[in-house]
Nanobody, 121 residues
Framework: QVQLVESGGGLVQAGDSLRLSCAAS??????RSWFRQAPGKEREFVAG????????YYSNSVKGRFTISRDNAKNTVYLQMNSLKPEDTAVYYC????????????????WGQGTQVTVSS
């Protein structure tokens, strides 16, 4: 059993930066990804990283602005978000699976409770 806890969300202005954290309890050699869900929209893949951290994948909408990384000693994955835009406003979720990076939410077994990111214009 893996439990995921996100933190770091908040209210910022367009162009600002935020860093989200996803801390995991339980021992699991899992790939970890970030998804987000805006009001009235489906949950969408944002970024993913494999267990060793040597493979990452980003959605086109965040590529070049967001960076995913991990510290396995702390069992924590990070999402550095730069040049934030109002369209980045959403609840951001951390997810984990043992299969590898996937862009489909159904591929993930474990989910956090989410953290709200709001970007004002």
């Amino acid at each position: 059993q893996v439990q995921l806890v996100e933190s770091g969300g908040g209210l910022v202005q367009a162009g600002d930066s935020l860093r989200l954290s996803c801390a995991a309890s339980g021992r699991s050699r899992s790939s970890r990804s970030w998804f987000r869900q805006a009001p009235g929209k489906e949950r969408e893949f944002v970024a993913g990283i494999n267990w060793s951290g040597d493979s990452t994948y980003y959605s086109n909408s965040v590529k070049g602005r967001f960076t995913i990384s991990r510290d396995n000693a702390k069992n924590t994955v990070y999402l550095q978000m730069n040049s934030l835009k109002p369209e980045d406003t959403a609840v951001y979720y951390c997810a984990a699976n043992s299969l590898g990076i996937a862009t489909e939410s159904r591929a993930y077994t474990y989910w956090g409770q989410g953290t709200q990111v709001t970007v004002s214009s």
